[in-house]
């Protein structure tokens, strides 16, 4: 089974920068998509940036230019840097990546895991 542990949130003041790392462990025979979710109080969990197994990336407008998403094959790890933070930015963030893991047996399941979540705050 795929688990992932993150890393890397805390309080902060606006226009600061914190680091997200997410790292997986497991019998993992292929990573697809990773991505970072995150969710504000009262709110619904929305993405915020996505980057494919080619290295393609995806970002909510809302952090474009701001957060910079990247991954570390070798070490299953996704990253997520985050620049001029907001006080909108305030929420928890939740690491996702989709894959193949090996289950035994020359066998092979697809898995879509999530992180535990990791609070991010940003003081104005």
């Known amino acids: 089974q795929v688990q992932l542990v993150e890393s890397g949130g805390g309080l902060v003041q606006a226009g600061g920068s914190l680091r997200l790392s997410c790292a997986a462990s497991g019998s993992i025979a292929r990573i697809n998509g990773m991505g970072w979710y995150r969710q504000a109080p009262g709110k619904q969990r929305e993405l915020v940036a996505a980057?494919?197994?080619?290295?393609?990336?995806n970002y909510a407008g809302s952090v474009q230019g701001r957060f910079t998403i990247s991954r570390d094959n070798a070490k299953n790890t996704v990253y997520l840097q985050m620049n001029s933070l907001k006080p909108e930015d305030t929420g928890v963030y939740y690491c996702?990546?989709?894959?193949?893991?090996?289950?035994?047996?020359?066998?092979?399941?697809?898995?879509?895991?999530w992180g535990q979540g990791t609070q991010v705050t940003v003081s104005s």
């Open positions: 980057i494919t197994s080619g290295a393609s990336t």
């Open positions: 996702n990546l989709r894959g193949r893991e090996t289950t035994g047996w020359g066998r092979s399941r697809e898995f879509d895991s």
